[in-house]
């Protein structure tokens, strides 16, 4: 079975300062993995994907992340907070076989500080 | 404009009442799925569907049933509320090819009391 696992239910920055959003699967296949941002009372919104071509991911909103199957990470960064990236975050994997059904992990609040 | 609707937004149920949460996509995707959000639990995957007339379990379907007469639309039914099923639901879809990259509708909030 496939799961994931963010570290860190809550993440604080400053404006200006690094994301570091993490993020741990564990899949008996090569997976398919996503981030996905939700504003408050919002839907999740695709930020990137991978899907076994390129394992440096650039996103919207100046996100990427870096697939490592050596770590089973695919943790999420952005050089230079804004107060605009104030979110939750959920990292998610499928099963390319499996009718793209995707597990989530439990969400990283992000809050930015001016 | 194109998407996933869902209606109602909010919604109040006593125990034992039922109801239907609406989903309706206009992008002819084939697979559509229904979440449920907790706090601190992520988003748990309750029923899904690769198409019109099959649909299948997902890992926390207890308590909920749904259908699949058309491409468009995927209702999700409570048929005994419960407070337990107090949640945030969301429905979403995918084309076949679509790799993950679901389309989400904005969410029914439901509070059973």
């Known amino acids: 079975a496939q799961s994931v696992t963010q570290l860190g239910s809550h993440v604080s920055v400053s404006e200006g300062a690094l994301v570091l959003l993490r993020c741990n699967y564990s899949?008996?296949?090569?997976?398919?993995l996503f981030w996905y941002v939700q504003y408050p009372n919002q839907g999740l919104q695709l930020l990137l994907k991978?899907?076994?071509?390129?394992?440096l991911v650039k996103g919207i909103n100046g996100f990427e992340a870096e697939f490592k199957k050596s770590e089973t990470s695919f943790h999420l960064t952005k050089p230079s907070a804004h107060m605009s990236d104030a979110a939750e975050y959920f990292c998610?994997?499928?099963?390319?076989?499996?009718?793209?059904?995707?597990?989530f992990g439990q969400g990283t609040r992000l809050t930015i500080n001016p | 404009n194109a998407g996933v609707t869902q209606t109602p937004k909010f919604r109040i149920l006593k125990i034992g009442q039922s109801m239907t949460l609406q989903c309706t996509q206009d992008?002819?995707?084939?697979?559509m799925y229904w979440y449920r959000q907790d706090p601190g639990m992520g988003l748990k995957l309750i029923y899904y569907?690769?198409?019109?007339?099959?649909?299948d379990k997902g890992e926390v379907p207890n308590g909920y049933n749904v259908s699949r007469s058309t491409t468009e639309d995927f209702p999700l039914r409570l048929e005994l509320a419960a407070p337990s099923q107090t949640s945030v639901y969301f429905c979403?879809?995918?084309?076949?090819?679509?790799?993950?990259?679901?389309?989400f509708g904005s969410g029914t909030r439901l509070t059973v009391v």
């Open positions: 998610a994997v499928s099963d390319p076989q499996g009718a793209q059904k995707l597990v």
């Open positions: 569907s690769v198409g019109a007339g099959i649909t």
């Open positions: 991978y899907t076994s071509a390129a394992t």
């Open positions: 992008m002819n995707h084939n697979y």
């Open positions: 899949s008996s296949v090569p997976p398919y």
């Open positions: 979403a879809s995918t084309p076949v090819e679509g790799l993950g990259g679901y389309t």
